[in-house]
């Protein structure tokens, strides 16, 4: 049912002038901006007045002396980026492929930093014009297969290894993790991002940050807030309602916020209820820093939002990648006195704090060097724990090593180990899945294997399907066109089906920055070429009495519920890194036992998902703005709340033993009083080694505010549990774990009512509950009345 928000207060709508746009293969970037980047010849020549006995910037006490110490000039040069390297004619920085830097002003002792792109590696350019030394890095597992190990451990070493590249590689801060929600299957970043749940969101970005921190280098949580889509990302105006704000978007980086105290902050692209988010004090300064207490500093994305006065004024404290023209622009608006100079002093002294701390400050000596070796080690063990098993009907899987396989699908050989765009990684390799199975000592139908190689090979050495440096630029990684699946003749299928033990089919999928996923054959449905290679391969090996496991190789949800019940097992690969096909083979093998659950849902069919008829926005040709209808009803929220059976739920994941959970118990009694604590037993009813993830769902009673049928507010992970093994998890959880966002009160609320904890191995698994009662209304935190819509529209409600 869609019920009308009446809209709290109309706040004055901004009129936004949209400037004209260069679009670089579904990027955009400002031209205005671009081309400001240029220092005018005036802006050269200028001078600045040398104070004689100019304080040094030292520590912490020092900052207010020396920001009193710098001229206006410096002061709007220091909160603008110093550009972007291959723009406006800018050289590359020393640390090529960096994408951003801040002016140094090295009379006060402020040096200059250098950022660049992760999440699922430390992205700058391999090679450097006249040297022989590399600098790859390592490509780890895409946040969704992170997020799918459900284990903070994992992938808080991750951030570790991380941030010892971007420390060793002399970079100052890495512009990662990435966090936003998996709204819809379909945005083409949702691989950069973690889940469609905040809690998993929020705790697997604050485990990354603390990893990446650790080596005493800068993250960056981004992009903030609401940017959950590639289409008209630079103008789409986000219309969503607080609550859902609260509870949903904003969730996850409160938590990062709260738990990891990341340096920096990214402002998205979008706008959000009217205004861009790199414009909003509301959001910025209100949110941020009044209700949660951050205490870093906030950057723009890059060439986002469109008026750097407001973006200072916002709180916005850096502008980047930045350009000649924002420094003038803000330099003016000081002396016209449209902004006043301290806010400047207060943005210059957010970011202060944080130059203190970094490696370029510190005059760290990088070696250049760190050690890949162990890093592949690191993404191979995460790899392997996110890949989650779908299907294993009477056990497929895992293969013994003396079964002869038959791999199909192009993505044997082209395995894909990451998203593209500023998320890609120019990592030294990648381990295909065939190379994979090999090295683990599998015997691989190579008549079949030779006939891919050599598909590939010429296709790939046809123009349209060369592999090129992408379009944004070498340091984006490569442009890889996707070719058409090898059609198999059927007497190939037949006589592999005779030769070989079992049929392993690989499909692949990419996506990326810039360009949302489409509801078609290839991309979120399977191409036909795809259907039948399943249909033949599975006909055949089981008419041999054979069977047939499928490899999914994707970065996001696929049409599965059409083609699954053909075949024996799926296995989701995910995009697992450069280590991928090491790691399909430690779970193909059973050297590592699957224990990753879904952190995003499978959807039966595109049109179950609850954004499907408002993604990407309107008008359908050009949208400039995306209504948030389905509002807190994201996922599995929706599909418990209104009984839509996805494919596979949220939280769902086989494993080649079986877990029992049990023991479902509440130490603190049957009434709430400011904290619980819920244990559960897990143990290992099977015959193998293997962890179990166990996921604390809660059932909020309706009061004034409904609530989704359940929630997740808590989850961990049993280390390694032998046969018969048994192990108890407890879970404590507070009033604001437990509270709704109440608009009216502008506060977390925890009403009263019965309520049910209940605990399970998936959102449609649950294997033991407990309830509690809160006797009274409870007001659990309030928190400001900020970034309410502007427009009145249709929520969706039980
Ligand atoms: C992306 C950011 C990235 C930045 C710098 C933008 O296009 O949205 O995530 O950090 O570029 O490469």
Redesign the pocket.
Known sequence: MLKRLRKKKRSKLLAFTLTSSLLLSG?TFDIASAQSQIPSTQQQNQTTTVQTTAPYLTDAASIDKVIQAMTLEEKAKFVVGVGMPGFGGMPPFEVTGA??GTFGIPRLGIPELRFA?GPAGLRIRPTRPGQTQNYYTTAFPIATSLASTWDTETVEAIGKAQGNEVKEYGVDML?AP?LNIHRNPLNGRNFEYYSEDPLIAGKMAAAMVNGVQSNGVGATI??FVANNQETNRNSIDTVVSERALREIYLKGFEIAVKESHPWSV?SS?NKLNGTYTSQSADLLTTVLRKDWGYTGFVMT??FGGDNPVEQMKAQNDMIMPGSAGQSDLIKVAVSSGKIEEKVLDRNIKNILQIVIQTPEFKKYQNSDKPDLAAHAQTARKAAAEGMVLLKNDNMPLPISKDKKITLFGNTQIETVKGGTG?GDVNAAYTISIADGLKSAGYQLNQTVFQEYKTYIDTLRSQDQYKIKPSPWGEDFGKSIPAIPEKPLADNEIAAASKETDIGVIVIGRNSG?GVDRKVEKGDYLLSDAEQDMISKVSAQYHKQGKKVAVILNIGGPVEVAGWRDKVDSILLAWQPGQEAGYAVADVISGKVNPSGKLATTFPEKYSDVASANSFPGTPANNPTQVIYNEDIYVGYRYNTTFNVKPAYEFGYGLSYTDFDISHVNISEGKKFKDTLKVSAMVENTGELPGREVVQVYVSAPDGKLEKPSIELKAFGKTKELKAHQRELLQFDLNAKDLASFDEEKNAWVLEKGTYTIKVGASSDDIKGAATFTVDRDMIVEKVNDVLSPTVDFERLAK
Request: aromatic share 14%.
């Open positions: 990027l994408v951003g792109d512009l990435a981004k992009h990214m692209y994305d890059w500023s920055e």
